[in-house]
């Protein structure tokens, strides 16, 4: 009788759980490091998922490849290994046609822009490069520029001067009369003490993040092309959820997005003023004459673009100037918008 009565109890607990809704934990992979602006953005997400759902979920976060690295993150969702990753599309040429768009020379000057862009573009196509994940949030980083030892005026003064490099970079730097080379961001530092590399092409809110304002003292803005973020969500989990969650998680999708961008602009003028201070640091615009010499050789990568996914039946054209109608849209709307503050 005392076992039954027992059994009886652990079953009302049991169901009482279910009733009241069970914890729901879900992973969260990430690559680049704890401070870095696509771990702070997922710090910020788990939190409001797990206050918007009244504690109800929890995320457990993963940062710095402690789960999964930049190469494997997407199969690393897919497989289940995480239930949630963050990844970058340039690092996969050719894998996300329709958002590798965003990661060609439009000349955004925001990550705020260029995040509510690359959302709305995939939000209107709903690319097949997608199909097996949920798209939790999309974004940029900001606008990739280049950091130096020595100070670059004028794009003559590119030629043949080697940079570190990632993703599409290479192609954009080898363009513009530079030597892409490719290396861990680790290694960076020491290559440019020891002269292998001569600066670097990223954006800029790594002087500070990095301490790179200590290796290249001088940064030329120029205005280069953005790195695409997804984040994505194991497509059995997603399906796992109870409605009510699956409502928190969309309709923080568009807002993350843009919270991510204003953050790291906002992030990007700290570093600035953090190495201004810390290592005398410079920036140096280029003249306008380079400025629109950079559009002009950067264009034929569009068009190449426009003919390699048109072939796979996309129309690239349409792609193209949904981007250029969104950056221009988005422009006109920033005007008068504060950045979000760091928390």
Known sequence: MRF???????????????????????????FPPAPTFPCVQMERWAKEVEKRTGGKVKVKTFPGGTLLNAKNMFEGVTSGVADIGNFAMSYQPGRFPVSESMDLYHGFTSSTVASQVLF??????????????????????????????????????????????????AEVLKRLGGVPVAMPQSETPEAIQ???????????????????????????????PVVSFAVVMNKAKWNSLPPDVKKVIDD???????????????HVKEALEWSKKNYRHQVI??????????????????????RKVSAQGLNGKQIIADVQSLKAKYEKNAAGKKPAKRK
């Not at 606008?143 to 794009?155: E, G, I, Q, V």
């Not at 004459?289 to 950067?298: M, S, Y």
Request: glycine residues 6%.
């Open 4 to 30: 039954r009565i027992m059994l009886l109890s652990a079953v009302l607990l049991l169901a009482a759980g279910f009733a009241h809704g069970a914890a729901i934990t879900l992973t969260y992979a990430n």
């Open 120 to 169: 709305d573009l995939v939000s209107k196509y709903r690319p097949k490069e997608f199909a097996k994940v949920k798209i939790v949030t999309l974004f940029t980083c900001p606008p990739t520029n280049f950091m130096t030892a020595k100070p670059l005026r004028t794009l003559s003064e590119l030629k043949g001067v080697e940079m570190r490099v990632a993703g599409t970079s």
């Open 194 to 224: 020891k002269g292998v590399v001569k600066g670097m092409v990223s954006s800029l809110e790594i002087l500070q993040d990095f301490k790179f304002a200590a290796y290249t003292p001088y940064a030329t803005i120029a205005n280069l």
């Open 252 to 266: 923080l999708a568009r807002e993350q997005a843009v919270w991510t961008g204003q953050y790291v602009d906002n």
């Open 285 to 306: 615009t280029l003249p306008a004459g380079d400025r629109k010499r950079i559009q002009a050789l950067l264009a034929p990568m569009t068009d190449e673009y426009v």
